[in-house]
């Protein structure tokens, strides 16, 4: 069975609800408070596993609680953690994220141990073995990712970044990208095409794909555009849903998109099965 291979970030989240976010020096009563397993890259392992993919993940957490924590919810939505390492001297890393009444929601993000991804662990033919496909995120060092990137490329595995939160891609990592993954503020600072709506993400899509083989663009409420290298972008409107909450749809969108990659669709198919998910995943409360 093929596999996919995520590394990228893991974080304890502090979810707080209020009725909006505070501005700067403003203190705000909020409603509710959870605590739940986090980091893009962690979310997109278990969004990829819950959507059928066989998946292992490289990272690292703290030797304390959240750390344990975040094993044990990897683990039993079914992801590999072999090569997850533990560090006594580093704790794990951790958010805290405020969601308001409208459903938007900011996050502050403290790496701690994701910094420290080994970088040994991409040398490893066993590390892999029947894997299809890499996903890759930004809130790990740029160094990990070309690491992880150049091996994939090297054994002729698919490699995606879902590139968020934005920042400038080295050349070194841009190389080896197949697939580019953005929503429409990222899109906008890539490409400086600002996107506000469908036809300005295809506008933004096809811009992208003149360095990227692969685009796709998600708008948010307006839906998604997507674009591939010498062809004209495509776009799908959003399904009519009752807004909950937007926390985590975009690396829900991302594992399950990677997912119907690695098992033979067409990028066309994987992002209207990827919209989908992401519709019925901000139509319910985060878990």
């Not at 083989?213 to 409420?221: C, I, L, S, Y």
Request: glycine residues 8%; negative net charge; aromatic residues 4%.
């Amino acid at each position: 069975m093929s596999k996919i291979a995520v590394t990228g970030s893991l974080h304890y989240d502090i979810m707080l609800d209020a009725h909006h976010r505070p501005e700067k020096g403003e203190t705000v009563m909020g409603s509710a408070c959870s605590y739940k397993f986090g980091g893009k890259g962690g979310n997109q392992a278990v969004a990829a596993a819950s959507a059928g993919a066989s998946v292992l993940f490289a990272g690292a957490v703290g030797a304390d609680e959240q750390g344990k924590f975040l094993l044990n919810q990897l683990q039993r939505a079914g992801v590999n953690t072999d090569a997850v390492e533990v560090i006594a001297e580093i704790p794990s890393g951790m958010s805290v994220a405020i969601t308001d009444a409208e459903g938007d929601y900011g996050a502050v993000v403290v790496s701690n141990a994701n910094q420290h991804i080994s970088l040994e662990t991409f040398s490893q033919e066993s590390f892999w073995r029947d894997v299809r496909l890499l996903i890759l995120q930004n809130e790990v060092p740029d160094r990990i990712n070309q690491q992880a990137a150049a091996a994939a490329k090297q054994r002729g595995i698919q490699v995606c970044i879902n590139a968020a939160p934005a920042r400038l891609l080295s050349p070194e990592l841009q190389a080896n990208i197949d697939l580019l993954i953005v929503n429409a503020i990222e899109a906008r600072d890539m490409s400086d095409v600002p996107v506000n709506d469908l036809a300005s993400a295809k506008k933004a899509a096809e811009t992208l794909a003149q360095q990227f083989p692969q685009v796709v663009v998600t708008a948010g409420e307006h839906g998604v555009a997507y674009c591939e290298t010498g062809k004209v972008s495509q776009s799908i409107a959003a399904k009519k849903i009752e807004l909950i909450s937007t926390h985590g749809a975009g690396d829900c969108f991302t594992g399950v998109l990677c997912t119907a990659l690695s098992k033979g669709q067409t990028l066309a198919e994987a992002v209207s099965i990827a919209n989908d998910a992401a519709a019925e995943h901000v139509s319910r409360k985060p878990g």
